[in-house]
Antibody, heavy 120, light 110 residues
């Protein structure tokens, strides 16, 4: 059974880079046509799709992030990461990683989410 | 990309059917058969309820059904139950090969 677990700092200063990792167990990142995805949710607000990556390295990002996001697969193929530069307080949110079966938005497996606060 | 448009809230009595709409454009909902629906209870992780407009993942009740007409997708919950009270989000694949979510709909069981 596939399980995802996010990890990373819970506090990031404004203008700095947010870095998160999603550990994948029970499956291989380079198996199947899956897209490994990051989503966030500002407290009390809706879901926002950040971007995804396929094992081949192909990535897609939410254009509203204006090229501040980078998603990579770890060389071990058991983790993938998110880096978001120049963060602001408005990006305080719960960040989720998820597996998308095909890259079309059907995310059937999610991590528990990790809360990130952007504050000085 | 602009968020898909959902009603802020929908309510119904136990046993009734309710429908949540999700309005997009020809660049997303109207252009592809890739609309998904998620259920999120307070403080919990979103759960996939419908994918590719009409398909239910294993284990999801058949009281949940999806459809699409033009640029509008819909989620119908039949035989409404107290446990269905939650937030629901639609999502769609877009022509930019990205995914866009709706703003969410709060379902209240009266």
């Amino acid at each position: 059974q596939v399980q995802l677990q996010e990890s990373g700092p819970g506090l990031v200063k404004p203008s700095q880079t947010l870095s998160l990792t999603c550990s994948v167990s029970g499956a291989s990142i380079n198996g199947g046509g899956f897209y490994w995805t990051w989503i966030r949710q500002v407290p009390g607000k809706g879901l926002e799709w950040i971007g995804n990556i396929r094992y081949s390295g192909i990535t897609y990002y939410n254009p509203s992030l204006k090229s501040r996001a980078t998603i990579l697969v770890d060389a071990s193929k058991t983790k993938f990461s998110l880096e978001l530069s120049s963060v602001t307080a408005a990006e305080t949110a719960v960040y989720y990683c998820a597996r998308d079966d095909g890259g079309f938005g059907g995310m059937g497996v999610w991590g528990q989410g990790t809360s990130v606060t952007v504050s000085s | 990309q602009s968020a898909l448009t959902q009603p802020a809230s929908v309510s119904g009595s136990p046993g009734q059917s309710i429908t949540i709409s999700c309005n997009g454009t020809t660049s997303d909902v109207g252009g592809y058969k890739h609309v998904s629906w998620y259920q999120q209870h307070p403080g919990k992780v979103p759960k996939l309820m419908i994918y590719d407009v009409i398909n239910r993942p294993s284990g999801v009740s058949n009281r949940f059904s999806g459809s699409k007409s033009g640029n509008t997708a819909s989620l119908t919950i039949s035989g409404l139950q107290a446990e269905d009270e939650a937030d629901y989000y639609c999502s769609s694949y877009t022509r930019s090969a990205t995914v866009v979510f709706g703003g969410g709909t709060k379902v209240t069981v009266l």
